[in-house]
C-alpha cells in the first residue's frame, strides 16, 4: 500500500478521490440494496479515513499550521460523523436516506476543497512545514490498512465506533 503514494498528502488524496467516485456511483445507483452497499462503502470509507487524519496526520501539524484550520476539520469531522451514522443505522427505504447521503456528499466536498486548496489550503500549509511527509504516509498507511483488515474481517463493518471528537464537540 505504501509504494503506491509518494507521502502522506497523496495518500490522503487518493482517499478523496476514491470518496468521490463512490458518491458518483451512488448517484447513479438504483434499487435499495445496491445504494445501501455503496452507502456503507462510503462510510467505511470515511471512518477510516478521518481516524487516519485525527490519529496521526492533524496532530503531526498541530502548532505548524494555522490552528484555525485544523479545528475546522475537526468540526467538519463532527459532522459527518453525525450523518455516517444516522446512514449506517437507516435503510434506503427510510425517510431522508437518500437526502442524508447527498448532505453528506456536499459536506465532504467542501471539506476536501479546504484541505486541497492551492496556497492557502491545509496541505499546502502543511508542505511548507518541516513534518516528514514520507514518514507520516508509512505511520497512516500501517493503521489505513489494519482498520481496513478490521472493517473486512468483519464483513465490511465499521472498523471502530465513530466518536465526536472531544476538543471539537
Known amino acids: 500500500m505504501v509504494d503506491n503514494f509518494t507521502d502522506a498528502i497523496a495518500l490522503l488524496k ?6 468521490e467516485d463512490l458518491f458518483e456511483q451512488f448517484e447513479k445507483a438504483r434499487g435499495g440494496s445496491r445504494k445501501q452497499k455503496i452507502a456503507h462503502e462510503i ?3 470515511l ?3 478521518t481516524m487516519i487524519e485525527e490519529e ?7 502548532g505548524k499550521i494555522e490552528d484555525d484550520i485544523l479545528d475546522e476539520a475537526y468540526v467538519e469531522h463532527d459532522g459527518a460523523k453525525v450523518l455516517i451514522n444516522d446512514i449506517e443505522a437507516s435503510s434506503p427505504d427510510a425517510a431522508y436516506y437518500d437526502a442524508k447521503v447527498k448532505v453528506l456528499s456536499e459536506e465532504i466536498k467542501h471539506h476536501v476543497h479546504e484541505e486541497e486548496m492551492p496556497s492557502e489550503g491545509m496541505f499546502a500549509q502543511c508542505r511548507q512545514t518541516d ?3 514520507v514518514a507520516l504516509r508509512d505511520q497512516m498507511a500501517q493503521l489505513k ?3 481496513m483488515e478490521q472493517a473486512k474481517g468483519a464483513g465490511l463493518a465499521p472498523a471502530r465506533p465513530v466518536t ?6
Open 131 to 133: 513534518v516528514d511527509l
Open 43 to 45: 462510510c467505511v470509507e
Open 56 to 62: 496521526i496526520f492533524y496532530p503531526a501539524f498541530r
Open 164 to 169: 465526536i471528537n472531544p476538543v471539537a464537540a
Open 47 to 49: 471512518k477510516i479515513h
Open 145 to 147: 490498512e489494519e482498520l
Open 14 to 19: 487518493a482517499d478523496h478521490r476514491k470518496v
